[in-house]
């Protein structure tokens, strides 16, 4: 069957939100007292929800704290620190002339995604947005992507996740859809090669020669 609608990631695979999320870390562990993250740490970051990160670095009590701060700085820097991914909108403008519907599905808090989405220029072309903090389990599990997939009023076997991260990846396959993997700046290139996504592509535009 044809494909009909695409569940997208946000950071890594729609935008670059890397210079706000590192700058509000740093204010975290600054306000915390522990170690500034290095780079490495914070692109770990980038993926699983705050809370489960913090907890593996911290434990349980800090991550709480960690997550209240570090949203508290989120606030004030995420619009300014994201950038749209070159090459992006275009992508998503085709699609959207094409007849391709488009949800974002994300681990990021959804309010901020919508913020983000709506600062680059792109919620116009997402039908809807589902991320952490709405009442969905966060990727991989796959409650969210079931959440998007209705919402499009499309069918499974008509839809592809694409994603940046092994995350998206195993999502999509607890899904039963296919996963098409961007080479994206926060990838695991290593483990998402062991896992051999359905497609793993150079860059979103990539996907204008799939549909």
């Given at each position: 069957?044809a494909?009909?609608?695409?569940?997208?990631?946000?950071?890594?695979?729609l935008?670059?939100?890397?210079?706000?999320?590192?700058?509000?870390?740093?204010?975290?562990c600054r306000?915390?007292?522990?170690?500034?993250?290095?780079?490495?740490?914070?692109?770990a970051?980038?993926?699983?929800?705050?809370?489960?990160?913090?907890?593996?670095?911290?434990?349980?009590?800090?991550?709480?704290?960690?997550?209240?701060?570090?949203?508290?700085?989120?606030?004030?820097?995420?619009?300014?620190?994201?950038?749209?991914?070159?090459?992006v909108?275009?992508?998503?403008?085709?699609?959207?002339?094409?007849?391709?519907?488009?949800?974002?599905?994300?681990n990021?808090?959804?309010?901020?995604?919508?913020?983000?989405?709506?600062?680059?220029?792109l919620?116009?072309?997402?039908q809807?947005?589902?991320?952490?903090?709405?009442?969905?389990?966060?990727?991989?599990?796959?409650?969210?992507?079931?959440?998007?997939?209705?919402?499009?009023?499309?069918?499974?076997?008509?839809v592809?996740?694409?994603?940046?991260?092994?995350?998206?990846?195993?999502?999509?396959?607890?899904?039963?859809?296919?996963?098409?993997?961007i080479?994206?700046?926060?990838s695991?290139?290593?483990?998402?090669?062991?896992?051999?996504?359905d497609?793993?592509?150079?860059?979103?535009?990539d996907?204008?020669?799939?549909?």
């Open positions: 069957m494909i009909r609608a695409l569940l997208l990631d946000h950071d890594g695979t935008v670059d939100s890397y210079e706000g999320i590192a700058k509000c870390m740093r204010l975290m306000d915390l007292g522990v170690p500034e993250m290095s780079e490495a740490e914070i692109l970051s980038i993926g699983p929800t705050l809370e489960d990160r913090f907890t593996e670095l911290w434990g349980g009590d800090t991550a709480e704290e960690a997550v209240r701060i570090y949203r508290s700085h989120y606030k004030v820097h995420n619009a300014a620190g994201t950038h749209i991914i070159p090459g909108k275009k992508t998503l403008e085709t699609l959207a002339h094409r007849g391709i519907r488009m949800a974002c599905v994300s990021k808090a959804w309010f901020f995604c919508k913020e983000q989405l709506e600062h680059v220029g919620l116009p072309y997402i809807t947005v589902f991320g952490h903090r709405q009442g969905y389990a966060p990727k991989p599990d796959p409650e969210m992507l079931f959440a998007a997939i209705e919402s499009l009023e499309v069918k499974p076997d008509e592809v996740m694409v994603g940046d991260t092994t995350t998206d990846l195993q999502a999509a396959r607890n899904a039963s859809i296919p996963a098409w993997i080479k994206g700046k926060y695991q290139h290593s483990e998402i090669r062991k896992l051999n996504p497609k793993y592509l150079e860059k979103l535009e996907i204008l020669d799939l549909i």
